[in-house]
Each structure stands twice: as C-alpha cells, then as structure tokens.
C-alpha cells in the first residue's frame, strides 16, 4: 500500500488575481438513499454529528460536512484517514433502510479559489449569480464550470472549494487559472 | 436561451444546465403490445404552436428528471413539476387556460 | 483639406502626443482620438476602397454606423481586419493599413469596376455566371474570390486571451447617452441591482456635442453630475467600452467589454463577454442620422452632419476648408452653427423642405451670414478623391444645375432613424412614425419573457423621441416602469426638465433632387460598404423582387459588416417608391444580433489551446505520457494507441505490443472503462430490464457478459456485469457509455419505473484498472505477492475482492483478449504506484504496456465485438450472432419489443462474419462488398460491408470482420470489395474468431 496521491499532487497557482490551488485530500462518501426519512437522516445525524441539510445548504459538525446533492443523495466529507470506518458506519447505522453508501473519494478532484477577487474568477466560469447576498458561505450549488460539471461552495467569505470529476482535474485547474490571470479584474462585486 | 427553475432542486438556472429530453408523458409499450401502439409510443410525437409538455433533466445541477410546460411561440414557460407524475397537476392546467383559453394537448386540457 | 483646429475638443488630451501609421507613413493624433479623428486631423480623408467598383471611399460617419472606415489593424499575431476607424481608440504605436485596393489606396486596379458600373447592376453575378455550368466551379468562382472579400484574414494564431462574465441584475440599461443614465438613475433609486453599459470609452453619448440644458445645467455638466451619482450607488455597475450585443430569450443579453483594444501592452484579457440575465432590459441606445441619396454622395468628403459636428466638437478637427451642408431637418442647422462659431466656412445650407416661413434655426442660419436655399439640394458632388464643389438644383426638379458651389466637405443629414437593433432582437415590433419618417418601437408590442410579461423598454431617441425634452422625461419614466416591472417601488420624485431649441418638423426625402435620371440614379449610393445604388434597388423591384427580404438578398443592400446602419430606411423607401407602396406595408428586414461585430475569440471565450475542450486524463497518463504514448481521443479521454520506442513505427509498436501480450505479459490502462453499481431490493429486476441477458440467475461471486439495448432494439452497450451480493451489481460499459449509461439508468429509474426500490452510482473514477494479461499474468501477481489468483482459487468469470503487493484491490478474471487475464481495480489514488509495481514486477516476465489498437487486434483475432466498431446505431444483437446473450425466458427488457417487429426479425438483414483476404493483406475499413445487379438509382448493389479490419501480427496476415447478406450462409465463399483507385479485395467468409477458437487460453 502506498500514500494515496490527489489527480495535481497539489498544484498552485497565485500569479494572477486570486490563488487557485489543488486542496488536500479529503473523504468522500456518496449516500443514496431518501434524504428526507427519518431514518436515513437519524444515521446520517449519528454518524456524523450533523443534521441533514436542507435543499442547495450543507451543514458541518466537527470534522464531518454534509452537502446535498438531490432529493436522494447527499456527499459526505470526512478526514480522508476516516473514510473506511465512516463507510461501515454509516451502511450499520442506516440498517434496513435501503440506502448505497459509496466511497468517491479518489473519483473527485478538488480545488479553492481565494482572494478578495475569488467571486470574479468563479463567475466567469459558471453560471451561476455569484454576487455577495446571492451566494454566501452555508450554501452548496452543482453547476457548470466552463464545460464540465462541478459542486462549488464558500467555505468562508474569499474562498471558494470547487469538486469536479478527476480525470478533469487538469482541466479545471487550468481553466482556473486562465481566469485568474493577471489584470483580469472585472470589479462587478465591489 | 431559456431559463428553467428545477422543481426538485429548486434551482432557476439557464439552458446550459439543463438537457432536453422530448416529449412528456409518454406511456410505454413492451411486449405484447399491437403494433400501433408501440410505433406511437417510440415514433409519434406532438409538434403543437403553443401549449407544450416537455421532459427536462436538471444535468449540471441535482441530476433530476422533471416535466416543463412551455409555449413554443412565445417561449413562455407555464410551470415546472416533478417527473413522477401520469399527467400535469390540475392547477398548472388551470393557470394555463387563464393565459390559453381553449388550449389542448394529446388528451389534456 | 481635413486638419486639427486649435479650438474645440472636447474628449482630447492636448498634452499627451500619439504616434501611429497609416499604410506605413507615420502620423501624430492626441490621447483621445479616435482612429478616424486622428486620420481625418492628418488630411487623410480617404481611407479605402469600395467592395464592388473600388471606389475611393473616406470616413462617413463618427460611429458605429461607419460603413467605409475599415481597415486592417495591428500585425502578425495581433493583425485583424475590418476594423472600424470611427470606434477605434488611438494608442502610441497603432498600425493600420487600408484595404480592397491593388496596388495602393492612391492607385487602384480594381476601379475600372466603376466604369464599369453599367455592365454590373444588381444580380449581376446571378445572371452573369450561371452558364455555362462547368465554367464556375473552374473559372468564375476563383476569379471571383480573388477579387472578393473584404479585409485580408490573419495568418497567425491569436496572441490574445478572452473570458466570458456571468452577470445577474434587475435592470440593465444598454446606452450611456443621457436617457441610459437618466432611466438607470430612475431604475437604481428604487434599489433595483442596475447594469448601465455604454459602447464609447465616454459617458453622455450625443448630448454634449448637440447641446441644451436639463434642469437649468449645461447639459455636459448634467451629464458629469449625474455619473458621479451612479458612481457612488452600490447597486449600480457602470461599464463603458462595452457594446450591447444582442437580447435574447427571457432576458439574456450579451454585453461586448473591450478592455485593451486601445491598450494593447496591458495584461490579461482583450475582450471580455459579459453574459447577463437582467428582469428588466431598457434599450437607450441612441439614433442613427440617414445620408440622402443624390449622385455622388460616397464621394470621401461627404460626411453625415453629426459626423462633421462630431469631429469638431469633440476632436477640433474641421472636416474641411469649406463645407455645404444639405438637409431636410433643422436639426444639421446645429452642423453649420458649430463650424461658424468655430470660425471655418459654411458656404451654403441646401434645405430640401419647401416651407412657408422660416424654423427658428433658418433664421438663426440666416443672422449669422449663412446663404440658406430652401427647396434645393445637390444634383451631383463633384470630385475624385475628395469633394471639389456641388453642383446646385431644384428639390422637386430632374437635377438641372442652378448654380455650382465649390466646397471641400458635404455635411449631409436625411433625418434620422432610432437604434431599434436591441429591441427587435428578441421580437419587439416596429411601428412606422411618417411625421418624423422612421421606424420606432410599438411600445405594445414589446418582446416577452419567461413569464410571458414585457421585458424590454426604449427610451429617448430610441424610442423615437428626438428633442432633449422629450428624451429626459421619457428615460426617467422608462427608468421607473423596468423598476417596477422587476418588483421594485421607484421613487416618487420628478422628472428632470430638458430644453433645447425648438425645431420644424423635417420633410423626408428619399431621393435628390425628386425627379432625378438615371444618370444620377446611378450614382446614389446607398449602402456604402456593399455598393448598392438607388438604381440597384429599383432595379430589383423592376425585376419582381417586392419582398424586402428577397431584394436585400438580390442586391446585397443592408448585408455588409455595417448591416445596413445607414442604408436600410433609405433602401427601403426606394423599394416603396419603386413599388408605389407605402414604407410600413413594405416592412423592414429582421434585426438580428449582434448590434456590431464582435470578435469570434470572445465568443470561445476561455475555451482556446489547452482549455479548448476538457480533456479526460487517467491517474496512469503521466506514465503513459512519459513513455512513448502515440494518443488516441476516446470522446474526452486521451488513451494511448499504442506505446512508441525510439525510431519505432506506429505500426511497428502495435505488431510489438500485439505479440508480447500473446507471448508474455501486456498491461493495458482500462481506467476508462465505465463502472455503475447498481444496488437495492428491485437491483435484479432492473438488470433484466436493461440487459438483453438474464442477470438476475448471476451468483454473487461471478461475471457474466451482457448486452444493452435501447428501446429501439438497437445495441448501445456491452460489458462485464459482476454480481457483487445479492442486493448489488457492478456493471462495466465502454468507454463512451461510461456516463451515457449511468443516465439511462437514471433516466428509466427517474421517469418510469421510480417505484423501485434501486440506487445507482457511476463510480468509474474512484478506481484505476489494470488489465494484467498473457500467459505470464498470472506469475507477475503472484511475485507481486497476497491474495491467492490461481485457478481454483479465482477461475474464469469469477471476481474477489483482496490485495496484491500491498494494494487493497478488486480483482475481476475476465478477458477481452483471450489470454489469461486479470483485471484489477484499486482507488485512482493508488492506481499510479499500482501500475508502477506490475511494471517493476513484471520486468522478469516481459511486461510491456499496451495501447488501444493493440487491444483492438487481440479482441479481433478473438471475434469480439467492439461497440462503435459492429454496431452504429442500426444494429441489433442477433445480427452480431449474439443470440445466446437475449434470454428468451424473460418477458421484457429493454428493446425486446423492438426486435420482434417484422425489420428486425427480416432473414436478410446481414450478419457477422470474419473476412481473410485470399492475399493475406488487409481490407479498407468501411469497405461495401458488391452483389450482382443494380438498385433503382443504377448503382451496384451492396450486400455486405467491413465492421473491423486490422493486420494481425499473431496470424501474419490481414483479419477483418464484417456484416455480410446471409454471410453464416456462406461460409468459405469469395466475395469482393471495390477499393479506390480501381483496386479490387478479394476476400473468403470464414468464422469470425480467428485465434484460439476453443478458448482454451483464457481458462488456465
């Protein structure tokens, strides 16, 4: 077994207007079930501490976060160390509930987007209104990202995460980068 | 380039992330079905001027299947709802016949 | 001559000299020029050639309306034609040649077209070339583009990078002119998030240069109090420099910024495209002034009023020593009192009307020693390459000179046409306004929106009201209705007053002088840029064409890269006089986006080089990429075709790979390949729906090979299905189908069957796989150490889940090949020192890589399928001799409805074969095999064709298979199949597994 490697090993870019930069490994776990029954939230609530978010949120306790995916599906960050016993967690505490409980960890790449600017840059790739008021940390959007798919969010003002599909990891970071390149500015936001 | 709001999500976002997929409400023909069933099922669909119902799927977004019910002249868009559904809820049909009076679709109206 | 004045200005910077050069000769403007000020203040009135009969053409107008200021700009990496002189912003050290002449702008070949002009009337090239046939594919049409074209294209990649910016806002205001500030002012004091862009680097648009006062101000100094109120609102965005492109459905609109063009050493991007999704849209974009159609008025010198007033007022440049103007509205009387206050000579104003007493403006005209004739205008502008005088006549008259005036400019001005461009892009109708002579907005006919309400609103000039008065109360009213319409509540207060001198109402005039010959007819232009002449126009109508769409297309008018800013109205009246019909029962031709050219790489956006598409990469592709990889794109993917060493052949490293792999031990990357589990109480039921197999009899444990279709009957997909218990399965696809057949299942899940009780998830990339494959497979795992793959411990079509040299994996025993194979799948994570570890191991046993041709020869000389390959969406699994893969025993599945229909079940339909060519050499892929006679169009029938065809090093010879009439039939017989270039491939129907035919291989 050797140390598990991100798809970028940790790419960095800050040349342009806002840092763009491959973010470490974290866990993944995908859980398909009904988000909305008791039951599959009373084991997400136990495994994890957090209480299942509502539509286009996603709630953290500790060092475990939920996002909502769909009425059926909800993405579970975790320390990536943890991933193997959240796994089995979570399938025991859903017991009978038919739920699929899947580990994305390694099919997912991931990336933050900082800087005073970090909004200008993410709204030139998608299409989503970005603006402060419109889009504040708390709450998980899947979108588009230039030409792919992608879950951005704000883990704290300044800061973007962005999760997209590994094999275009390149991609996104590049793409990322094109528009965070220097005297880019477009200063809709200030 | 329309804007659609995802009725499972809740999400109003623009064309490009969303797909089209065709027709709504089409019931399906397996085995044993006449032939002419089964050619309208696979083959024969609506081209109305006006009161259309179509099938979207929500693909850069929740992933999720649902129906809009959208004016093909004007491309006014009367209503979006859930996917699990044999027909339109009534009261979008309601809400139609304000803005349409006398409109009709296959066997709605 | 053209030249700078000391006076006037007002947009300059007379401290800041700029050096640029103008087909090579070098030349001085200020900071705040633009292009065609700075040319027009070096006396270089002409600036190119006519497309059709290379005229000398010189700058028209002051904007966006120019239709003969195009020029080449910049070089090699940043050359780019047809650019517009008007709109172009001077910068130290901008280069920019003319273009359309041969040799030189002085000199030009090409103008004999204009003795021409007669033999080349509209159409000409219609009736000209047509016959004979063969003559304009050979001789017309590359004499043709020749001699066609308008600028040169650029021969080198863009240097440049460009973005898109997704903008969201209640009300968006396109134009910057006094109504666009005004109506965003109206719009943002209701708290209404407001978007306010102006396609000049200056806010304020034509009032400052015309003049007046809005609430007791100068209305320049009105215009800079109300931008710095803008300027300090939080919810409003000022962008200049950006153009409002095109609105489109349910409020989106396309908004053009240009941040370098005038600035090209800055960094980042050259163009940003502004996407932006706004409730409300208002239109303030302004007005456009007509020429007026008399002979001789393309001749450079000829200019349209507000150009010349433009030019003075804004850049002190006087257009000319002595300038006539010529009119039909007081509102050019502002033309001739500006260059009188300027001090230049205004030689005679030419007023078409014939009114009973004097305008307030004739007077003042008048007072100030100015010659003003009433019911005149020009016969004929003499002159070559620029004005020399103008010939005098009667309005209502046939042209008979009354007198000559020399001059050296013409201020023309023909009244004016509101800028309905946006407002008609999504669908607003027009309605023809015959006092003022233009079309203008039918505010009851807006284009609507996602709600089916009214999205758009004009104000000011664009929506047809031309006094200063009007246009403020009007924008501040539009201002407050899109804020209100985007469910905000406007601020009571009122409207800010404008007043302005008061003006006669104008006359229109559609030709000049009334009664003119042919002989002027001819030489009236009308759309500048594509040669259109009144004559043309009626020459059309003359000719039947009384649709305005059709005699657009007939005689090009309106079609050049200006769209007929300026011709349109004008050509349009000709076609109604023509047709002795009114100009609203004729109609106008559709608006559509955009508004000005606007650069393709700003459409791309980021989307160029490297990001040009999102290229799929595997967690082994640095390894692949290091080591010789010759890439093949699989839809996104870039897997590699075969592995090249040095000085090796493609070929040569497929043959290498394809032998190695029988001999030894090959490792192929199958990351790729698609990876859906499918999981809950109904999983069972769902897999026989969508397989052609049974898939629910699968024992935990084990693999099974299966089949889809679609509901059609056609073959999408196959793959290796492993039941993993008994509630799920995993579910291998293609490459290609990876995500397509993750959202079938989806889809039928979702919207057919969402009462059962199944999940599913594309879990493709969580894991690299590694096809482990030859004889030696089985000995490289084993040095590699940890779970037991012998053969009982692991047999064929069997899976466990375990380690091997310390890698948590899932081992499948399946082959693609025919060979002993494993296929091993560990997180992606992992899967680059996995692959490094076999490499390593494998070393002993010769483990090479392997490439996708390499697989394609091994699964052929098998006669496996390859979806793509056998199937095209027209093919069903029986006519693949797949029939042992459709249960019989279930009573539906996906497509088995489709294949009982009468097509399908048809004895006729071809089948699969191997083909062995009787000289052992290979066949050309896609080749048809031809039957005996013909079908009804004469062409030899076709009874079979090539599906995979492939030199296989393992048998030394040429394989192919291919779907053949009756092909099982005919086993042993020859069939042929033409090639090009007359050749001719024999070739024997055999059975389509070529290696192995026992299977014995795979099973040790």
Same mark, same amino acid.
């Given at each position: 077994?050797?140390?598990?490697?991100?798809?970028?090993?940790? /790419?960095?870019?800050?040349?342009?207007?806002?840092?763009?930069?491959?973010?470490?490994?974290?866990?993944?776990?995908?859980?398909?079930?009904?988000?909305?029954?008791?039951?599959?939230?009373?084991?997400?609530?136990?495994?994890?501490? /957090?209480?299942?978010?509502?539509?286009?949120?996603?709630?953290?306790?500790?060092?475990?976060?939920?996002?909502?995916?769909?009425?059926?599906?909800?993405?579970?960050?975790?320390?990536?160390?943890?991933?193997?016993?959240?796994?089995?967690?979570?399938?025991?505490?859903?017991?009978? /509930?038919?739920?699929?409980?899947?580990?994305?960890?390694?099919?997912?790449?991931?990336?933050?987007?900082?800087?005073?600017?970090?909004?200008?840059?993410?709204?030139?790739?998608?299409?989503?209104?970005?603006?402060?008021?419109?889009?504040?940390?708390?709450?998980?959007?899947?979108?588009?990202?230039?030409?792919?798919?992608?879950?951005?969010?704000?883990?704290?003002?300044?800061?973007?995460?962005?999760?997209?599909?590994?094999?275009?990891?390149?991609?996104?970071?590049?793409?990322?980068?094109?528009?965070?390149?220097?005297?880019?500015?477009?200063?809709?936001?200030? | 380039?329309?804007?659609?709001?995802?009725?499972?999500?809740?999400?109003?976002?623009?064309?490009?992330?969303?797909?089209?997929?065709?027709?709504?409400?089409?019931?399906?023909?397996?085995?044993?079905?006449?032939?002419?069933?089964?050619?309208? =099922?696979?083959?024969?669909?609506?081209?109305?001027?006006?009161?259309?119902?179509?099938?979207?799927?929500?693909? =850069?977004?929740?992933?999720?299947?649902?129906?809009?019910?959208?004016?093909?002249?004007?491309?006014?868009?009367?209503?979006? =709802?859930?996917?699990?559904?044999?027909?339109?809820?009534?009261?979008?049909?309601?809400?139609?016949?304000?803005?349409?009076?006398?409109?009709?679709?296959?066997?709605?109206? | 001559?053209?030249?700078?004045?000391?006076?006037?200005?007002?947009?300059?910077?007379?401290?800041?000299? @700029?050096?640029?050069?103008?087909?090579?000769?070098?030349?001085?403007?200020?900071?705040?020029? !633009?292009?065609?000020?700075?040319?027009?203040?070096?006396?270089?009135?002409?600036?190119?050639?006519?497309?059709?009969?290379?005229?000398?053409?010189?700058?028209?107008? +002051?904007?966006?309306?120019?239709?003969?200021?195009?020029?080449?700009?910049?070089?090699?990496?940043?050359?780019?034609?047809?650019?517009?002189?008007?709109?172009?912003?001077?910068?130290?050290?901008?280069?920019?040649?003319?273009?359309?002449?041969?040799? +030189?702008?002085?000199?030009?070949?090409?103008?004999?077209?204009?003795?021409?002009?007669?033999?080349?009337?509209?159409?000409?090239?219609?009736?000209?070339?047509?016959?004979?046939?063969?003559?304009?594919?050979?001789?017309? &049409?590359?004499?043709?583009?020749?001699?066609?074209?308008?600028?040169?294209?650029?021969?080198?990649?863009?240097?440049?990078?460009?973005?898109?910016?997704?903008?969201?806002?209640?009300?968006?205001?396109?134009?910057?002119?006094?109504?666009?500030?005004?109506?965003?002012?109206?719009?943002?004091?209701?708290?209404?998030?407001?978007?306010?862009?102006?396609?000049?680097?200056?806010?304020?648009?034509?009032?400052?240069?015309?003049?007046?006062?809005?609430?007791?101000?100068?209305?320049?100094?009105?215009?800079?109090?109300?931008?710095?109120?803008?300027?300090?609102?939080?919810?409003?965005?000022?962008?200049?420099?950006?153009?409002?492109?095109?609105?489109?459905?349910?409020?989106?609109?396309?908004?053009?910024?240009?941040?370098?063009?005038?600035?090209?050493?800055?960094?980042?991007?050259?163009?940003?495209? #502004?996407?932006?999704?706004?409730?409300?849209?208002?239109?303030?974009?302004?007005?456009?002034?007509?020429?007026?159609?008399?002979?001789?008025?393309?001749?450079?010198?000829?200019?349209?009023?507000?150009?010349?007033?433009?030019?003075?007022?804004?850049?002190?440049?006087?257009?000319?020593?002595?300038?006539?103007?010529?009119?039909?509205?007081?509102?050019?009387?502002?033309?001739?009192?500006?260059?009188?206050?300027?001090?230049?000579?205004?030689?005679?104003?030419?007023?078409?009307?014939?009114?009973?007493?004097?305008?307030?403006?004739?007077?003042?005209?008048?007072?100030?020693?100015?010659?003003?004739?009433?019911?005149?205008?020009?016969?004929?502008?003499?002159?070559?390459?620029?004005? +020399?005088?103008?010939?005098?006549?009667?309005?209502?008259?046939?042209?008979?000179?009354?007198?000559?005036?020399?001059?050296?400019?013409?201020?023309?001005?023909?009244?004016?046409?509101?800028?309905?461009?946006?407002?008609?892009?999504?669908?607003? *109708?027009?309605?023809?306004? +015959?006092?003022?002579?233009?079309?203008?907005?039918?505010?009851?006919?807006?284009?609507?929106?996602?709600?089916?309400?009214?999205?758009?609103?004009?104000?000011?000039?664009?929506?047809?009201?031309?006094?200063?008065?009007?246009?403020?109360?009007?924008?501040?009213?539009?201002?407050?209705?899109?804020?209100?319409?985007?469910?905000?509540?406007?601020?009571?207060?009122?409207?800010?007053?404008?007043?302005?001198?008061?003006?006669?109402?104008?006359?229109?005039?559609?030709?000049?002088?009334?009664?003119?010959?042919?002989?002027?007819?001819?030489?009236?232009?009308?759309?500048?840029?594509?040669?259109?002449?009144?004559?043309?126009?009626?020459?059309?109508?003359?000719?039947?064409?009384?649709?305005?769409?059709?005699?657009?297309?007939?005689?090009?008018?309106?079609?050049? !890269?200006?769209?007929?800013?300026?011709?349109?109205?004008?050509?349009?009246?000709?076609?109604?006089?023509?047709?002795?019909?009114?100009?609203?029962?004729?109609?106008?031709?559709?608006?559509?986006?955009?508004?000005?050219?606007?650069?393709?790489?700003?459409?791309?956006?980021?989307?160029?080089?490297?990001?040009?598409?999102?290229?799929?990469?595997?967690?082994?592709?640095? #390894?692949?990429?290091?080591?010789?990889?010759?890439?093949?794109?699989?839809?996104?993917?870039?897997?590699?075709?075969?592995?090249?060493?040095?000085?090796?052949?493609?070929?040569?490293?497929?043959?290498?790979?394809?032998?190695?792999?029988?001999?030894?031990?090959?490792?192929?990357?199958?990351?790729?390949?698609?990876?859906?589990?499918?999981?809950?109480?109904?999983?069972? *039921?769902?897999?026989?729906?969508?397989?052609?197999?049974?898939?629910?009899?699968?024992?935990?444990?084990?693999?099974?090979?299966?089949?889809?279709?679609?509901?059609?009957?056609?073959?999408?997909?196959?793959?290796?299905?492993?039941?993993?218990?008994?509630?799920?399965?995993?579910?291998?696809?293609?490459?290609?189908?990876?995500?397509?057949?993750?959202?079938?299942?989806? &889809?039928?899940?979702?919207?057919?069957?969402?009462?059962?009780?199944?999940?599913?998830?594309?879990?493709?990339?969580?894991?690299?796989?590694?096809?482990?494959?030859?004889?030696?497979?089985?000995?490289?795992?084993?040095?590699?150490?940890?779970?037991?793959?012998?053969?009982?411990?692991?047999?064929?079509?069997?899976?466990?889940?375990?380690?091997?040299?310390?890698?948590?994996?899932?081992?499948?025993?399946?082959?693609?090949?025919?060979?002993?194979?494993?296929?091993?799948?560990?997180?992606?994570?992992?899967?680059?020192?996995?692959?490094?570890?076999?490499?390593?191991?494998?070393?002993?046993?010769?483990?090479?890589?392997?490439?996708?041709?390499?697989?394609?020869?091994?699964?052929?000389?098998?006669?496996?399928?390859?979806?793509?390959?056998?199937?095209?969406?027209?093919?069903?699994?029986?006519?693949?001799?797949?029939? #042992?893969?459709?249960?019989?025993?279930?009573?539906?599945?996906?497509?088995?409805?489709?294949?009982?229909?009468?097509?399908?079940?048809?004895?006729?339909?071809?089948?699969?074969?191997?083909?062995?060519?009787?000289?052992?050499?290979?066949?050309?892929?896609?080749?048809?095999?031809?039957?005996?006679?013909?079908?009804?169009?004469?062409?030899?029938?076709?009874?079979?064709?090539?599906?995979?065809?492939?030199?296989?090093?393992?048998? &030394?010879?040429?394989?192919?298979?291919?779907? @053949?009439?009756?092909?099982?039939?005919?086993?042993?017989?020859?069939?042929?199949?033409?090639?090009?270039?007359?050749?001719?491939?024999?070739?024997?129907?055999?059975?389509?597994?070529?290696?192995?035919?026992?299977? &014995?291989?795979?099973?040790?």
């Amino acid at each position: 077994m050797s140390e598990p490697i991100t798809a970028l090993g940790g /790419a960095v870019s800050q040349n342009g207007i806002a840092k763009v930069a491959e973010a470490a490994r974290e866990g993944m776990i995908t859980l398909r079930g009904d988000v909305t029954s008791a039951a599959v939230k009373k084991a997400l609530k136990s495994v994890t501490g /957090a209480a299942m978010p509502g539509a286009g949120q996603m709630a953290t306790s500790g060092s475990y976060t939920l996002c909502w995916m769909s009425p059926d599906e909800v993405l579970v960050l975790c320390p990536a160390d943890t991933v193997g016993d959240t796994l089995t967690a979570l399938q025991n505490a859903a017991g009978t /509930a038919h739920v699929l409980v899947v580990n994305v960890t390694d099919a997912r790449a991931s990336f933050t987007v900082a800087g005073p600017l970090a909004r200008e840059v993410m709204a030139k790739l998608c299409p989503v209104d970005l603006a402060p008021g419109a889009f504040e940390p708390g709450m998980f959007r899947r979108t588009r990202l230039a030409q792919v798919a992608a879950a951005v969010w704000m883990p704290e003002a300044e800061r973007f995460r962005i999760v997209c599909f590994r094999s275009q990891a390149r991609y996104v970071f590049d793409v990322l980068c094109v528009a965070a390149q220097e005297g880019s500015a477009v200063g809709a936001f200030n | 380039m329309l804007i659609l709001t995802c009725p499972v999500c809740g999400v109003t976002a623009e064309e490009t992330e969303f797909h089209a997929g065709g027709e709504a409400h089409l019931k399906r023909f397996g085995p044993g079905s006449s032939e002419q069933d089964f050619e309208e =099922y696979l083959f024969m669909r609506e081209n109305p001027r006006g009161v259309h119902f179509e099938r979207w799927r929500h693909v =850069y977004g929740c992933g999720k299947w649902f129906h809009a019910a959208r004016c093909t002249t004007t491309l006014e868009v009367f209503g979006t =709802y859930p996917a699990q559904t044999l027909e339109p809820p009534a009261d979008l049909c309601k809400s139609i016949s304000k803005k349409r009076p006398g409109w009709s679709w296959r066997e709605f109206s | 001559m053209s030249a700078r004045i000391g006076t006037n200005g007002r947009l300059l910077n007379r401290d800041r000299a @700029v050096t640029f050069s103008f087909n090579g000769r070098e030349m001085r403007g200020f900071e705040g020029d !633009t292009l065609a000020s700075a040319l027009l203040a070096n006396d270089q009135m002409l600036v190119g050639r006519s497309f059709k009969y290379h005229r000398p053409r010189g700058i028209v107008a +002051s904007g966006a309306e120019e239709p003969n200021g195009l020029v080449n700009m910049g070089e090699g990496n940043r050359f780019e034609p047809n650019q517009r002189v008007t709109t172009t912003e001077l910068f130290d050290g901008l280069t920019a040649r003319s273009q359309n002449h041969w040799p +030189s702008l002085e000199f030009d070949v090409g103008a004999i077209n204009t003795k021409l002009a007669r033999f080349l009337p509209a159409g000409f090239y219609y009736k000209m070339f047509i016959h004979p046939r063969p003559l304009w594919k050979h001789v017309y &049409e590359p004499f043709i583009r020749q001699s066609a074209g308008l600028g040169q294209a650029p021969k080198e990649a863009d240097a440049d990078t460009y973005e898109h910016f997704y903008a969201f806002c209640d009300v968006l205001v396109v134009g910057g002119g006094i109504a666009g500030l005004l109506a965003a002012r109206a719009a943002a004091q209701s708290g209404a998030k407001v978007i306010v862009m102006e396609q000049t680097p200056h806010w304020g648009g034509r009032a400052p240069v015309d003049g007046g006062t809005v609430s007791g101000s100068p209305v320049d100094e009105f215009v800079e109090q109300i931008v710095s109120e803008l300027d300090a609102m939080p919810n409003v965005t000022m962008r200049t420099r950006t153009m409002g492109a095109g609105v489109y459905d349910h409020g989106y609109v396309l908004g053009y910024e240009q941040l370098r063009d005038n600035a090209p050493e800055k960094p980042g991007p050259r163009h940003r495209l #502004w996407r932006i999704r706004a409730a409300q849209i208002v239109t303030a974009t302004g007005a456009i002034e007509r020429p007026l159609s008399f002979a001789g008025n393309d001749i450079p010198g000829v200019m349209l009023a507000s150009a010349v007033r433009d030019y003075l007022v804004n850049f002190g440049v006087s257009a000319g020593d002595r300038t006539v103007v010529v009119t039909n509205n007081d509102d050019a009387y502002l033309t001739a009192f500006a260059l009188n206050h300027a001090g230049l000579q205004v030689s005679a104003i030419l007023d078409a009307r014939s009114i009973d007493s004097d305008s307030p403006a004739m007077q003042q005209a008048r007072g100030l020693g100015i010659r003003v004739l009433t019911g005149h205008g020009i016969s004929t502008v003499k002159g070559g390459k620029r004005v +020399s005088a103008v010939e005098v006549c009667r309005q209502d008259g046939n042209g008979s000179v009354t007198e000559e005036i020399a001059c050296d400019a013409v201020a023309m001005s023909g009244g004016w046409s509101p800028v309905v461009h946006l407002w008609s892009h999504c669908g607003g *109708k027009l309605t023809w306004d +015959s006092d003022q002579a233009m079309f203008r907005p039918d505010v009851d006919k807006a284009p609507t929106g996602a709600t089916g309400a009214p999205f758009v609103k004009a104000a000011g000039s664009a929506n047809g009201l031309m006094s200063l008065a009007e246009t403020v109360s009007d924008a501040d009213a539009a201002g407050k209705a899109a804020a209100r319409a985007a469910g905000f509540t406007p601020k009571r207060t009122k409207a800010p007053v404008g007043e302005s001198a008061d003006e006669a109402p104008m006359q229109p005039v559609w030709l000049m002088p009334a009664q003119a010959d042919y002989h002027h007819r001819a030489k009236a232009w009308l759309d500048y840029q594509n040669d259109v002449k009144v004559s043309d126009v009626q020459l059309a109508a003359q000719e039947g064409f009384e649709s305005v769409e059709h005699t657009k297309r007939y005689t090009t008018l309106g079609m050049a !890269t200006d769209q007929g800013k300026l011709s349109n109205i004008n050509g349009l009246a000709t076609l109604a006089g023509a047709l002795d019909a009114d100009i609203p029962q004729v109609g106008t031709t559709t608006f559509r986006p955009p508004y000005t050219p606007i650069s393709m790489a700003s459409v791309a956006g980021e989307a160029r080089g490297d990001v040009f598409q999102p290229i799929r990469r595997t967690p082994m592709h640095q #390894w692949h990429e290091a080591n010789g990889a010759h890439w093949e794109p699989v839809g996104q993917w870039r897997r590699p075709y075969a592995y090249l060493r040095e000085g090796e052949t493609v070929s040569a490293a497929v043959n290498r790979e394809v032998l190695n792999t029988r001999r030894n031990l090959g490792l192929l990357d199958a990351s790729t390949l698609g990876k859906i589990i499918v999981k809950g109480p109904d999983a069972a *039921k769902f897999m026989d729906m969508m397989y052609t197999n049974m898939m629910s009899t699968l024992k935990p444990g084990k693999c099974r090979y299966g089949l889809m279709c679609s509901e059609n009957g056609f073959l999408i997909d196959d793959g290796v299905v492993a039941r993993i218990d008994e509630d799920t399965f995993l579910c291998h696809t293609t490459t290609g189908g990876a995500d397509s057949i993750h959202q079938h299942m989806e &889809e039928w899940l979702q919207t057919e069957w969402w009462d059962w009780n199944v999940w599913v998830a594309n879990v493709t990339e969580q894991y690299g796989q590694v096809a482990v494959v030859g004889p030696n497979a089985r000995k490289v795992l084993e040095t590699l150490g940890g779970m037991d793959v012998s053969r009982d411990a692991l047999g064929f079509m069997e899976w466990k889940d375990g380690q091997i040299g310390g890698f948590a994996c899932r081992v499948y025993r399946i082959s693609f090949s025919g060979e002993l194979s494993y296929e091993i799948a560990v997180d992606a994570g992992q899967a680059r020192a996995f692959w490094d570890a076999l490499m390593t191991a494998g070393e002993a046993f010769g483990a090479m890589p392997y490439g996708t041709e390499c697989l394609h020869v091994l699964r052929a000389e098998k006669g496996f399928i390859m979806i793509g390959d056998e199937t095209d969406g027209t093919v069903i699994p029986q006519d693949l001799g797949l029939n #042992w893969a459709i249960s019989k025993k279930k009573e539906d599945f996906l497509g088995k409805r489709a294949q009982e229909r009468s097509h399908m079940t048809d004895p006729k339909r071809w089948k699969l074969v191997g083909l062995e060519t009787l000289s052992g050499g290979v066949l050309p892929d896609g080749a048809y095999a031809t039957g005996e006679g013909v079908n009804a169009n004469g062409q030899r029938n076709v009874i079979g064709r090539v599906t995979s065809t492939y030199y296989s090093a393992t048998l &030394e010879r040429g394989i192919a298979m291919g779907l @053949v009439l009756d092909g099982p039939d005919r086993m042993g017989e020859v069939i042929e199949f033409p090639g090009t270039q007359g050749a001719t491939f024999k070739a024997r129907i055999v059975g389509p597994v070529f290696y192995d035919k026992e299977g &014995e291989k795979q099973n040790v």
